[in-house]
């Protein structure tokens, strides 16, 4: 497989996929053209892209709840001050969970602004990177933003997709500079994860950035090469397998 240079562009899961193993990212890419910027921008999340994302066999229940997270504030903004959640929430121990976080979360605000999302589920494409962000919200006191991500649990690569999610942000702003609502520098980055009820948040240094941004520009070098090697550690669980065998019997 040859990688144009216009096609030097990868999403979140791309990402993930080529550290955890070039040729897993190649065999997607084959699969998944890079989409056109105007439809990726204006579709919703794929059944599959949560499958990658680690919601292996539970690819229903992530819909299930991102599409809760992304409705909560607009739903329970007039009850949320209420002891007693709705018994929707009480059933659901994710939901619950959730419930007592924004309340939490809407107690300690100054104001409903700090506590009411500044935009969710925001698809973006700047020229070499492109995802959807779950959450966007103000920082309190720093006159900037944080983006969420949110996951059932933790993972070891969390940290580096949150640079991603940041760096992507920022890239987009510098691409867009005259897009309405994109004008606040992101501070900060941080995942919620639901089936535990914790949120992680961190502050978002320039050095890490830039870090990231050298590293970043690595994997595409090594794309552009066609650095396809196969790292057999992780081939156990890989969704691609069965098609890595057969190119693999092939080659
Ligand atoms: S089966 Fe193994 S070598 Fe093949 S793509 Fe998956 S992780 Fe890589």
């Known amino acids: 497989m040859v990688v144009l240079e216009y096609e030097l562009n990868l999403s979140?899961?791309?990402?993930?996929?080529?550290?955890?193993?070039?040729?897993?990212?190649?065999?997607?890419?084959?699969?998944?053209?890079?989409?056109?910027?105007?439809?990726?921008?204006?579709?919703?999340?794929?059944?599959?892209?949560?499958?990658?994302r680690g919601y292996q066999g539970k690819k229903d229940d992530g819909i299930k709840y991102h599409h809760f997270f992304e409705k909560f504030h607009k739903k329970y903004a007039k009850v949320i001050h209420q002891t007693v959640p709705p018994e929707e929430i009480s059933e659901d121990s994710i939901k619950l969970l959730y419930w007592i976080n924004q309340q939490e979360k809407y107690i300690a605000a100054k104001d409903d602004c700090y506590w009411y999302p500044v935009e969710r589920e925001v698809r973006l494409m700047t020229?070499?990177?492109?995802?959807?962000?779950?959450?966007?919200?103000?920082?309190?006191?720093?006159?900037?933003?944080r983006l969420i991500d949110y996951k059932p649990n933790p993972e070891p690569n969390d940290q580096l997709l949150l640079l991603f999610y940041a760096t992507l942000y920022n890239e987009y702003q510098l691409e867009n500079p005259n897009k309405d609502g994109l004008n606040y520098e992101v501070l900060e980055v941080g995942c919620y994860y639901y089936e535990m009820g914790i949120k992680e948040i961190f502050d978002l240094i320039e050095v890490n950035k830039k870090t990231f941004d050298s590293f970043f520009k690595e994997i595409l070098e090594k794309i552009a090469n066609n650095?396809?090697?196969?790292?057999?550690?992780?081939?156990?669980?890989c969704n691609y397998k069965y098609a890595c065998n057969i190119e693999q019997r092939r080659s």
């Open 12 to 52: 979140a899961t791309e990402f993930l996929y080529f550290l955890d193993c070039p040729q897993k990212f190649r065999l997607y890419r084959i699969l998944n053209p890079l989409p056109n910027k105007d439809d990726f921008m204006n579709s919703r999340r794929s059944l599959s892209s949560y499958e990658m």
């Open 127 to 145: 020229e070499k990177k492109r995802g959807q962000i779950d959450c966007i919200e103000f920082c309190e006191d720093k006159f900037g933003l």
């Open 227 to 237: 650095k396809f090697f196969i790292k057999k550690s992780s081939c156990w669980n």
